[in-house]
Nanobody
Framework: QVQLVESGGGLVQAGGSLRLSCAAS????????MGWFRQAPGKEREFVAA????????DYTDSVKGRFTISRGNAKNTVYLQMNSLKPEDTAVYYC???????????????????WGQGTQVTVSS
C-alpha cells in the first residue's frame, strides 16, 4: 500500500512557474513508476508526465513538452513536476499516481496506475 500526498499547487499568472511535489509513504518507492495527471472542470483526467523507477526515462504529453519537467528523488520518496511558462489552459487539479512495476519504463494510461493522490489545484490566470 502506498499513500501519495501532493503539494505545491496555487494561483499563478500566465508565464509563471510552480513546482508540484508528491510525497509517497512506504519503503519501496523505487519500485514504482510515477506519473502526473490533470483534470480540468468538465473534462476527463489526462496524462501529463511520467517517470520510470530509476528516473532514467521520462515521457510528456505534447502540450507540456519544453515547459514541464518531471523528476524524482528516491531517497526522499518524492516525485516533482516543475512547471514553467504556465498557460491558462494548464489550469486543473493535478494528481500524482504510482505504478508498482518490475520494469524500468514509463506508463501513459490511467488504468495502469495502482495508487492516486488526492490532487492539488493549479490555477493560471491570464
Amino acid at each position: 500500500q502506498v499513500q501519495l500526498v501532493e503539494s505545491g499547487g496555487g494561483l499563478v499568472q500566465a508565464g509563471g512557474s510552480l513546482r508540484l511535489s508528491c510525497a509517497a509513504s512506504g519503503r519501496t518507492f523505487s519500485s514504482y513508476a510515477m506519473g502526473w495527471f490533470r483534470q480540468a472542470p468538465g473534462k476527463e483526467r489526462e496524462f501529463v508526465a511520467a517517470i520510470s523507477r530509476s528516473g532514467e526515462s521520462t515521457d510528456y504529453t505534447d502540450s507540456v513538452k519544453g515547459r514541464f519537467t518531471i523528476s524524482r528523488g528516491n531517497a526522499k520518496n518524492t516525485v516533482y513536476l516543475q512547471m514553467n511558462s504556465l498557460k491558462p489552459e494548464d489550469t486543473a487539479v493535478y494528481y500524482c499516481a504510482a505504478k508498482s512495476t518490475y520494469y524500468s519504463r514509463t506508463y501513459y494510461y490511467k488504468y495502469e496506475y495502482d495508487y492516486w493522490g488526492q490532487g492539488t489545484q493549479v490555477t493560471v490566470s491570464s
